[in-house]
């Protein structure tokens, strides 16, 4: 009766298996399953036919590419003996022979793995040196996997070199490192090494989407493109934040949708961060405020907003340029984005890129991030409404905007010198380069006095020599400048013949000129005679005048 209410005459039941997360049950397990990788495949699959095989191999990259999983593919791929037994070493192995499954389970004793983050002293790797004399016990080839070997200490990297360099016939090394830079030089040139890549975003939200179909599970396909955006070409990243992502869809059948990813991961609404985008080019700061404080209600990170106003103007930049728009885009968000290319200028983009770009850093580390936030969006919609300067220097010369200074005194100098250059076109080169200084492109100014020969000054038509070339960016701002300067088009090319001199030699010769008139006087003659040591000095600023 005891045995009965105890339990003991009941069969044992079953323990139920452990669950695997995603990236431990879906690591690849052939080299057809290394995604992103086709260049190293290839070049190891030539090696592994052509019997070029090095005896050590060094994969680096950053976490989550598969540095691990391909050491123990090139593991298997070296002591596969197929089906039948008899076969040799080869780019497909098979999964089914001894060595595969031992090496895919972790337990051959061939293959044998290090952390060097917990084995990084030279007694760790005097170990390997000694065991690695005997030869394999039963396959092939003895395998060394050392992960993360960066964090091998300095003695430890000097007591592996005599044996990295001329290892046993029957042993392999393969080290893997997210810091290939604090491995020595040493160790890099006896080791063959390949850098793997980030995993595109595309090929992740492809691979995930794969995952779900295995696991039965439901995606929106935007929710996989948030997934692989967030992972940052890490596929076990990936695969963790959508393991994530089904647990957080609840009940079975419950889709993964995009709502649901950006509440996970606390990202910013890409709708929201439109329309936000929209009130700072309209400039409603109240609108904007509101709508910022409403995601951060959400659990959105202001930081997390910034960012999302980054990618937005970098969005609008490249359609503007008409670049190949994101496969992972709306239709409605590729249409804004689309519009606004249309609309605004790229001085007016690429002031708005580092207004937010600065607010993107002051908030980062503001003791009061929302805050923070709120003054970069204010200090963005500011200036956003405010007019192009070539623009407004227009609008005053054709008298449609009252100038600032016209007051019931006079109008200051600095304010009547900026005016006078629109109103008519200089009447030299001389006279351009100082307008455009006084207009505020000072850069351009100075290229233009320094570098520029002119072979013909004739408004609005400027010949440029062609031995002195200027870059087509140089040139485009000259043409932007000067449009902004006059009001009119310039026609400005190139001639194979030689110009003027430039503005600074004339500058210089008008110098030298003024010195040796000075040394001709009879009085400096005369002084000169009376103390022949004695030096004639200049000083910033003199002229012959």
């Known amino acids: 009766m005891t045995d009965t209410l105890l339990g003991l005459d009941e069969p044992p039941q079953p323990r139920a298996e452990a669950y695997r997360v995603l990236a431990r049950k879906y690591r690849p397990q052939t080299f057809s399953e290394l995604i992103g990788q086709d260049a190293m495949v290839q070049t190891l699959g030539n090696a592994i036919k052509r019997d070029r095989l090095a005896h050590a191999f060094l994969m680096t990259g950053v976490r989550g590419v598969g540095k691990t999983s391909t050491a ?100 392999k090394f393969l080290f893997a490192t997210t810091e290939v830079n604090k491995v020595p030089i040493t160790v890099l040139s006896r080791c063959q090494r390949f850098d793997l890549r980030r995993i595109s975003a595309d090929k992740l939200a492809e691979h995930f989407g794969k995952v779900c179909d295995l696991e039965g599970v439901v995606a929106e396909p935007e929710a996989l493109a948030l997934i692989a955006r967030a992972s940052e070409g890490s596929a076990r990243d990936g695969l963790s934040i959508l393991d994530q992502a089904i647990a957080h869809a609840g009940l079975e059948g419950e889709a993964v949708t995009a709502r649901a990813v950006r509440e996970m991961l606390g990202l910013s609404d890409r709708g929201a961060v439109r329309d936000l985008f929209a009130l700072v080019l309209t400039g409603d700061g109240a609108g904007a405020l509101n709508q910022l404080r409403r995601q951060y209600d959400l659990g959105v990170d202001p930081l997390a907003v910034l960012r999302g106003l980054l990618e937005t103007v970098h969005g609008v930049t490249l359609a503007k340029v008409n670049a190949a728009p994101d496969a992972a885009q709306s239709a409605e968000e590729r249409q804004a984005r689309a519009d606004w290319a249309a609309a605004l200028s790229f001085p007016a983009l690429h002031r708005l890129w580092q207004l937010f770009l600065k607010g993107h850093e002051e908030v980062g580390r503001a003791a009061l991030p929302i805050e923070a936030a709120e003054m970069a969006l204010l200090r963005a919609i500011h200036a956003s409404t405010l007019p192009d300067p070539g623009d407004l220097a227009r609008q005053i010369a054709a008298g449609t905007v009252p100038a600032p200074t016209a007051t019931a005194t006079a109008p200051a100098p600095a304010a009547a010198k900026a005016a006078e250059p629109a109103a008519s076109l200089p009447p030299s080169f001389e006279a351009l380069v100082e307008a455009l200084d006084r207009a505020g ?18 408004p609005p038509e400027l010949v440029l020599s062609g031995a002195r070339p200027m870059s087509a960016d140089t040139l485009s701002d000259l043409n932007t400048a000067l449009k902004a300067l006059s009001g009119r088009a310039w026609r400005v090319s190139f001639a194979d013949q030689p110009g003027e001199p430039t ?11 003024a010195k040796q008139a000075i040394l001709d006087s009879p009085m400096i003659k005369a002084a000169f005679e009376a103390f022949p040591d004695a030096e004639l000095e200049t000083w910033p600023g003199q002229r012959s005048a």
Do not use: W
Request: glycine share 8%.
């Open 503 to 513: 503005l600074l030699e004339r500058e210089r010769g008008r110098e030298e000129a």
């Open 441 to 458: 492109s000072l850069g351009l100014a100075v290229k233009l006095k320094q570098g520029t020969s002119v072979v013909r000054y004739d």
């Open 72 to 171: 123990r593919l090139i593991a298997k791929a070296l002591n596969c003996i197929g089906a039948d037994g008899q076969g040799g070493p080869t780019i497909d192995p098979c999964g089914v022979c001894d060595p595969c499954r031992s090496i895919a389970e972790g337990r051959h004793m061939d293959v044998i793995e290090m952390d060097a983050a917990s084995h990084t002293g030279v007694d760790d790797v005097r170990e390997i040196i000694d065991a690695s004399r005997y030869a394999a016990v039963s396959a092939r080839f003895k395998i060394y996997i050392v992960d993360e070997v960066h964090m091998l200490s300095k003695n430890a990297f000097n007591a592996l070199l005599k044996t990295l360099e001329e290892p046993p016939p029957h042993v």
